[in-house]
């Protein structure tokens, strides 16, 4: 079944079609983590359902908010590198302890 465009989306794709959109990736790093999210995002063939705090869940739909993708597609991505051996811990100012908590201490 094929979707029509709304009005919004054919502006889009009249300025693709005329040139007049740029990339934002701006470095072949980018570009590569784009690819693997895409990879991830379209090669689920299984559902899980989890249970998490709601706290863990709020500071992963804000790191998936900062890299401009949906939260279930950074999860995947992030188990997917676990899974492979390729994930790496690196700190954010998202997730420092001190903030989490009294983050935890209010939301009691």
């Given at each position: 079944?094929?979707?029509?465009?709304?009005?919004?989306e054919?502006?889009?794709?009249?300025?693709?079609?005329?040139?007049?959109?740029?990339?934002?990736?701006?470095?072949?790093?980018?570009?590569?983590?784009?690819?693997?999210?895409?990879r991830?995002?379209?090669?689920?063939?299984?559902r899980?359902?989890?249970?998490?705090?709601?706290?863990?869940?709020a500071?992963?739909q804000?790191r998936?908010?900062?890299?401009?993708?949906?939260?279930?597609?950074l999860?995947?991505s992030?188990?997917?590198?676990?899974?492979?051996?390729?994930?790496?811990?690196?700190?954010?100012?998202?997730?420092?302890?001190?903030?989490?908590?009294?983050?935890?201490?209010t939301?009691?």
């Amino acid at each position: 079944m094929k979707k029509k465009l709304d009005q919004d989306e054919k502006d889009i794709l009249a300025q693709y079609e005329r040139g007049e959109l740029k990339s934002v990736v701006t470095s072949e790093a980018s570009l590569r983590r784009y690819r693997e999210y895409a990879r991830a995002t379209l090669s689920k063939n299984q559902r899980v359902n989890i249970r998490m705090s709601s706290l863990d869940l709020a500071d992963i739909q804000a790191r998936a908010a900062e890299e401009g993708i949906p939260y279930q597609t950074l999860m995947a991505s992030v188990l997917h590198k676990f899974a492979t051996g390729r994930l790496r811990e690196q700190r954010s100012s998202l997730t420092l302890p001190a903030r989490r908590t009294a983050r935890k201490r209010t939301a009691a």
